[in-house]
């Protein structure tokens, strides 16, 4: 018999998004909680590395903030018609 493990989330599943510096030597774990209203780090607090350029059109923050916003409103809409869930990865690294 084969057994698949398969591990789906909901937006309300989605706590905290984890910021891991990859500058090299440094590799700071950073935590952000959805339901905060504040916006997510611009940079690593210990090395100083920028992850977004501030003040211009930089396609990797908007996504961010898109996404989180999109979770953000997920959350909120308690009467949808349908269930929404993501499947993700149960490998831990993978």
């Not at 510096?21 to 611009?42: E, H, V, W, Y």
């Not at 898109?66 to 997920?74: P, Q, Y």
Request: aromatic content about 8%.
């Amino acid at each position: 018999m084969t057994q698949e493990e398969r591990l789906f989330i909901s937006a309300e599943d989605i706590l905290e998004l984890e910021f891991r510096c990859s500058n090299a030597g440094c590799g700071l774990r950073l935590t952000f909680q959805i339901d905060k209203s504040m916006p997510p780090p611009m940079g690593c607090p210990a090395c100083n590395a920028g992850w977004f350029v501030p003040h211009k059109d930089d396609e990797r923050k908007t996504t961010l903030y898109a996404f989180i916003d999109s979770v953000r409103k997920l959350r909120e809409m308690k009467s949808l018609p349908f269930t929404l869930r993501l499947r993700v990865s149960s490998r831990e690294g993978a």
